[in-house]
């Protein structure tokens, strides 16, 4: 009989703090100031952190959101992510993948766009 116990250690994902998301959040928004538009928690902690950039001037702005590895009612990802989107007025007009959390490592691997 082969054992193998050990051999395939789960080790579980890291889950950022709020703090960190924020430093990665500031970061991608390269020192223009945001505003927190939404966030939820649960068990695990920060779930969905939705940040905005608004240029009052023209009424369009740019919205960066975390989203944790899950499936919950604001949406589901496979891996813990970052997107940006793009917005006039209400309406979202496009956004893509900008930041994905390595789970191996737990530092964020930046997206070109």
């Known amino acids: 009989m082969i054992a193998f116990m050990g051999q395939f250690e789960i080790v579980p994902e890291r889950i950022p703090s709020k703090e960190e ?13 945001f ?19 608004a240029d009052n001037f023209t009424g369009e702005s740019i919205h960066f959101e975390y ?9 589901a990802t496979d891996s813990t992510v970052i997107y940006i989107e793009f917005y006039s007025g209400d309406q979202c007009i496009g956004g893509h ?9 737990g530092n964020w691997v930046y997206n070109q766009g």
Do not use: H, M, Q
């Open 21 to 33: 998301v924020l430093e990665v959040l500031t970061a991608l928004a390269k020192g223009e100031k």
């Open 35 to 53: 505003e927190p538009v939404r966030e939820k928690f649960d068990e695990g902690g920060l779930y969905l952190l939705e940040v905005k950039i």
């Open 97 to 105: 993948n900008v930041a994905d959390l390595d789970p191996k490592t």
């Open 67 to 75: 989203l944790r590895k899950g499936k919950y009612s604001e949406g």
